[in-house]
């Protein structure tokens, strides 16, 4: 690390802390040099995933959007805040842990059907009206008889 105050590059660590938050590392260091004391952070650098859409457009990944479709799927639904934040971080955790940089659309959807079955069948069935995009009530019966055949097994 580079001393701010005489461009010196040795210096020793005085002190560490995690954050509060636990993202990041507070460094106390000392420039061997001048005996100056400055801090540094580190940080995990997250790399920005980016998202394929239906039209073939690329767009940076946007958790809100993910967490928009799941509040409208659980609208007026006993599901807590705190259980629908915890399915978004989890589905951004599966993207990120793939280490892939572009992930399709289909992709995120299904991790969010995938996530709603688990947890509210009617938040489900209306996610998959939406995203599967129904063109009569017979798939929209197909997709209930497959819901409830999974719930006899």
Do not use: W
Request: charged share 35%; net charge positive; with cysteine.
């Amino acid at each position: 690390m580079k001393c701010p105050f005489c461009a010196n590059i040795e210096d020793k660590v005085v002190d560490s802390r995690i954050s509060t938050e636990g993202d990041s590392i507070r460094r106390r260091r000392e420039c061997l040099k001048c005996q100056r004391r400055f801090t540094t952070y580190e940080y995990v650098e997250k790399t920005t995933l980016m998202v394929i859409k239906k039209d073939g457009r690329r767009e940076p990944f946007d958790r809100n959007k993910v967490l928009s479709g799941v509040l409208r799927a659980c609208e007026k639904r006993p599901i807590s805040m705190q259980a629908i934040e915890g399915m978004v971080d989890s589905i951004e955790r599966q993207l990120q842990k793939n280490n892939e940089k572009e992930v399709v659309t289909s992709d995120i959807g299904e991790l969010v059907m995938k996530s709603l079955h688990g947890t509210d069948e009617v938040a489900y069935v209306r996610f998959a009206s939406v995203y599967r995009q129904f063109k009569d009530i017979n798939q929209f019966l197909g997709e209930l008889k497959d819901l409830l055949d999974k719930r006899r097994e």
